[in-house]
């Protein structure tokens, strides 16, 4: 089993920043792609941003420009620098790993901007 846990939302302002940050631990064996989700109250969960092992990244059309995933692979922690913060933004972020045996999801943090 892998446990995630991620740490970093809060309340912000419109225009504002967060980092959020997720660390994995427990039975990992290689994980490979590493992923920020997000789900808004009444709507579905969609993807914001993955990373893959290698580093090359895919970010939802929504935050391009805004948002930036990392990782550290030493220390099994993925990140989420998030910028220019608007309003529609707010939602429940959650981060997802695939480690070599299935994917994992964490608790998520709330992140609520305002306007």
């Known amino acids: 089993q892998v446990q995630l846990v991620e740490s970093g939302g809060g309340l912000v302002q419109a225009g504002g920043s967060l980092r959020l940050s997720c660390v994995a631990s427990g039975s990992i064996f290689s994980i490979n792609a590493m992923a920020w989700f997000r789900q808004a109250p009444g709507k579905q969960r969609e993807l914001v941003a993955l990373i893959r092992s290698g580093g090359s990244t895919n970010y939802a059309d929504s935050v391009k420009g805004r948002f930036t995933i990392s990782r550290d692979n030493a220390k099994n922690r993925v990140y989420l620098q998030m910028n220019s913060l608007k309003p529609e933004d707010t939602a429940v972020y959650y981060c997802?790993?695939?480690?070599?045996?299935?994917?994992?999801w964490g608790q998520g943090t709330q992140v609520t901007v305002s306007s």
């Open positions: 997802r790993v695939w480690n070599s045996d299935r994917d994992y």
